[in-house]
């Protein structure tokens, strides 16, 4: 889809039809989830054969790609076209594709970490593929990017983006432990460590009590979702259950939980506002079951499932009333609601809780 505005009549619109790589771990996730073990070995091909594009070449892992393979999305204007709802401009291509977005490291590398815990094992190539781009991670997670949510203002140090640095450590050497690969222990680990302590030294603001989006910033950002999701802090940490505390009485209302506040700072580069983000509302639902709310946690899922349309999708955003915003139908709003879903039917079914390495 393209030109389907986030805001009725606004310049929030933008060309959708590619893949993110973002959406990897989330993707190979969902399908082992639901038994899907062959798809999610074929779409983990599919990645390989973008990793290995890009093998030996600094930040050539594009943000997205085409269905084809394509890395190059240059994003162009059609003035002639007045949009969906009279929203303008309509834009083809994506101008993501050249951003510095530090995260996708992480979700390539927690995506590759599963479909070795439950599909196909690493190839030797593969591996080499990995050992580079986890040792770009460690040259370049205290950059500066755009973050996940692809800002067109000014860069910083972003929570989530140093998270998912800290993703891309954490599986690579669980990997390599548990299939006896060769790599760098030492210097990874070292580089694990120093990204935990950045995380925990520079996000935690103690006056507000709660994480922040970015270094210097003292706003929230629904990414923070994932913190207890990709195992960096207990669901029940004293210090998430504040934040998380805290993004119920900023993001959320009636259990649409927003990105972010831009009227806080405009950090977006874009004028106006845009709608709840519909994947970060089936992450707090997660979050909120993984933190024992599993009550709330059921009702807040309900409410959302009255959200979706008659075919059941979702779109990329909701207005106040529920109505779908955006990008439709979205991967990622499904990929977080079959791993919402997922966890609290175990949850509901009071099936054990076991150790997961």
Known sequence: T??????PGGERNWDYRYTWIRDASFTVYAFMRLGFVQEA??????LRGRVSDCHGKPMKLNILYAIDGRQELPETELSHLSGHGGATPVRIGNQAYDQVQLDIFGELMDAVYLVNKYGDAISHEGWKHAVGVVDQVCETWQQEDVGIWEMRGEQHHFLHSRLMCWVALDRAIRLASKRSLPAPFSRWDQTRQAIYADIWDNF??????????HIGGTTLDGSMLLMPLVRFVSAKDPRWLSTLEAIQKTLVRDGMVYRYRNEDSQIDGLSGTEGAFAACSFWYVECLARAGQVEKAHLEF?????????????AEEFDS?????????QALTHLALISAASFLDRKLSGEKNYWQP
Do not use: C, S
């Open 41 to 46: 070995n074929d779409y983990m091909r599919w």
């Open 302 to 314: 309900e409410q959302l499932l009255r959200y979706a349309n008659p075919l059941g999708l979702y």
């Open 204 to 213: 935690w603001n103690e006056e507000r009590g709660h994480f922040v989006q």
């Open 2 to 7: 393209f030109g389907l505005p986030e805001t």
């Open 321 to 329: 009333h529920g109505r779908h915003l955006g990008n439709t139908p």
